[in-house]
């Protein structure tokens, strides 16, 4: 069974495709929610040939003391939603190409189905 995305960093190989993919704005199709992100590529701290591809979607929610919902709360008190991309996810990664309100480059249609 494929895993395309994890909520848990993937440490893969750091290509230079890879290490491309950092800053860049994605729009992520995932099985008809879409969704704008920008792509986070963070190398391993022990292993500099090894990095994590990670999708920010950054919104501003108001965060309360022991809020637990799903994302990460950052010093700007705002909370990001954080996904990983597996290897899977890399070779469905295509250049956008339609109009966005923000400068996207790149799309990422997930595929829907009991593999997803």
């Known amino acids: 069974m494929k895993t395309y995305l994890s909520k848990t960093p993937v440490w ?14 994605l729009v992520v199709n995932d099985c008809g929610k879409v969704y704008e992100v920008t792509i986070n590529v ?10 994590s591809v990670e999708l920010r979607n950054n ?3 108001e965060v ?4 637990t919902a799903r994302g990460i709360l950052s010093t700007d008190g705002c909370r990001h939603s954080s996904e990983f991309l597996t290897s899977y996810t890399l070779g469905l990664i295509r ?14 249609v997930l595929p829907s189905g009991p593999e997803h």
């Open 59 to 61: 919104y501003s929610v």
């Open 95 to 108: 250049p956008h190409t339609l109009p966005s309100p923000q400068h996207v480059e790149l799309l990422l």
């Open 42 to 51: 963070t190398p391993h701290a022990a292993d500099d040939k090894r990095a």
């Open 12 to 25: 893969m190989e750091a290509t230079k495709e890879i290490m491309d993919l950092h800053g860049k704005g």
């Open 64 to 67: 309360h003391a022991g809020d």
